[in-house]
């Protein structure tokens, strides 16, 4: 039976640091403080603004809620944008995406100052994780993945690690962040022959497919640590990662949950990339 690697205990020891970092600012005249950003009113963003909301109050964060209407248009977005960069009580800045139809993403993430991109969507800070510097941040999801491998003593040097799926946000990023701790990396995708064989060779398997329990036991083998960072809305409002949980549970050696996994921890780093803009770089 596969080490089931919650997330809950890494955000809870994520969140301690959080916790000694804010009263260290605070003692130095500084509340770290997070705009989140969002046009319209998508029931999904308001949820996560909320928790958001809630999990910054925990850790001592100023969370500031910026809301325009979905007709606001894209100039007055940018220039929101550009009032927060220059914001000098502002450290971090959440933008939630997709935008509305009408705008480019590309100019308007672009917008956004390094500096306080604290969930990796500009091109400098996907930049920095790809030439290895401190610039930006990167996002997320992604080094949520690294903190659960670096809390459960997961190294990856030396080892052989598959990531599934190519997108900004998850499986470029991740690999890039094995990749920098010598890892050696193989990126699949829906073009890639003999996925199963590939994933079987695997030592840490990163799974972000975005299709409910698709990676099954022919893409599985002993001995291997398994990262689940799908997260599917099943017909009966239960939810599932990209990989069949029983599967992986019976035949590796570790594997995160869905829901319970990755994306418990996923705040926690928006806010440890908060606390660290709010410090001496910020």
Same mark, same amino acid.
């Given at each position: 039976?596969?080490?089931?690697?919650?997330?809950?205990?890494?955000?809870?020891?994520?969140?301690?640091?959080?916790?000694?970092?804010?009263?260290?600012?605070?003692?130095?005249?500084?509340?770290?403080?997070?705009?989140?950003?969002?046009?319209?009113?998508?029931?999904?963003?308001?949820?996560?603004?909320?928790?958001?909301?809630?999990?910054?109050?925990?850790?001592?964060?100023?969370?500031?809620?910026?809301?325009?209407?979905?007709?606001?248009?894209?100039?007055?977005?940018?220039?929101?944008?550009?009032?927060?960069?220059?914001?000098?009580?502002?450290?971090?800045?959440?933008?939630?995406?997709?935008?509305?139809?009408?705008?480019?993403?590309?100019?308007?993430?672009?917008?956004?100052?390094?500096?306080?991109?604290?969930?990796?969507?500009?091109?400098?800070?996907?930049?920095?994780?790809?030439?290895?510097?401190?610039?930006?941040?990167?996002?997320?999801?992604?080094?949520?993945?690294?903190?659960?491998?670096?809390?459960?003593?997961?190294?990856?040097?030396?080892?052989?690690?598959?990531?599934?799926?190519?997108?900004?946000?998850?499986?470029?990023?991740?690999?890039?962040?094995? /990749? *920098?701790?010598?890892? =050696? %990396?193989?990126?699949?995708?829906?073009?890639?022959? @003999?996925?199963? +064989?590939? #994933?079987?060779?695997?030592?840490?398997?990163?799974?972000?497919?975005?299709?409910?329990?698709?990676?099954?036991?022919?893409? /599985? *083998?002993?001995?291997? =640590? %398994?990262?689940?960072?799908?997260?599917?809305?099943? @017909?009966?409002? +239960?939810? #599932?990662?990209?990989?069949?949980?029983?599967?992986?549970?019976?035949?590796?050696?570790?594997?995160?949950?869905?829901?319970?996994?990755?994306?418990?921890? =996923?705040?926690?780093?928006?806010?440890?990339?908060?606390? @660290?803009?709010?410090?001496?770089?910020?």
């Amino acid at each position: 039976m596969a080490e089931i690697l919650k997330g809950a205990p890494v955000a809870a020891a994520l969140n301690e640091k959080l916790q000694a970092g804010v009263k260290t600012l605070e003692a130095n005249g500084v509340k770290p403080a997070l705009a989140i950003v969002r046009v319209g009113e998508k029931p999904d963003d308001i949820s996560y603004e909320r928790t958001a909301q809630k999990r910054c109050a925990a850790v001592g964060v100023e969370a500031r809620s910026v809301t325009l209407p979905e007709d606001c248009g894209q100039e007055r977005l940018i220039e929101t944008l550009r009032g927060l960069n220059s914001d000098r009580s502002v450290h971090g800045v959440l933008l939630f995406r997709p935008l509305p139809k009408y705008m480019d993403d590309d100019a308007v993430r672009n917008a956004l100052a390094p500096e306080k991109d604290i969930d990796g969507i500009t091109d400098a800070s996907l930049a920095g994780v790809f030439a290895g510097i401190k610039r930006g941040y990167p996002p997320c999801t992604a080094q949520a993945c690294m903190e659960i491998l670096d809390f459960y003593g997961i190294d990856p040097k030396g080892k052989r690690a598959v990531v599934i799926g190519r997108s900004l946000v998850v499986g470029k990023p991740a690999a890039m962040m094995l /990749l *920098s701790r010598h890892a =050696t %990396v193989t990126v699949c995708h829906t073009r890639t022959a @003999d996925m199963p +064989s590939a #994933c079987r060779n695997a030592e840490i398997l990163v799974v972000s497919a975005g299709r409910p329990a698709i990676i099954g036991r022919e893409y /599985l *083998s002993p001995g291997q =640590t %398994v990262i689940d960072v799908g997260i599917n809305v099943l @017909d009966d409002g +239960s939810l #599932c990662g990209d990989v069949n949980f029983a599967d992986a549970a019976e035949i590796t050696a570790a594997v995160t949950p869905v829901p319970g996994g990755v994306g418990t921890v =996923t705040t926690s780093v928006l806010l440890a990339h908060v606390v @660290d803009a709010a410090g001496p770089r910020g």
